[in-house]
């Protein structure tokens, strides 16, 4: 009986955290936080408003019909097949915002990682023929590495977070370790290629 009631306890923080450290809840919340520590209020709301209202909205709303109509297991699209369906909406999604980025002038940081984002994602539709990776876990270090360059302890809270996150995908039976592994892998790669061409540009 005390086995799983803390079976039971650990399968509730494991959801929990898997709903918090959500794709697009994480890039709801890293927008706000970079496009208001970065720009003047009003680009801020622009900018927050071309990631938010391009990409999570219609992202979230589409998963939400498929979910509702039976198209999609869940909330996650956590089945492979399932995503081949996913990955092609997301990713003109985050072209279209990152085509309305390059014509604003001086957003060149939101530009190059939006534009990364959406290379990180096709990395992904193309794995994804031969493995599911896990986007909680690319999504969330991706952010991570990404503010290394702004603020070490806020990395270090995201990447502690992403950790949990990564953890939590296992417990939910979601993700093998390798499709977590994977995922860290491709994140922490175009984190790189991101913060590399950030230095170079700006």
Known sequence: M??????????????LVSILGHP???????????????????KAFILSFIVIGVVVIPVAIRNYIKVKN?????????????????????????SIAAIVLYFIPDTTAFFIGTSCALLMVGCSAIINFKIKTSLHT??????AVTYLNLSLLTFLLLLSFSVLIAASRVVLRRHTLVEIITGACIGVAFAIINNYVLSVAI
């Open 24 to 42: 697009l809840s994480m890039l709801s919340v890293f927008t706000l936080l970079i496009s208001f520590q970065l720009y003047d209020a009003i």
């Open 70 to 94: 039976k198209e999609y297991t869940n909330f996650d699209v956590s089945d492979q097949k399932q995503r081949q369906s996913f990955y092609p909406f997301a990713i003109i999604l985050l």
């Open 2 to 15: 005390r086995r799983s009631k803390d079976n039971d306890t650990i399968h509730y923080i494991a959801q």
């Open 138 to 143: 690319s999504v969330s270090i991706f952010l």
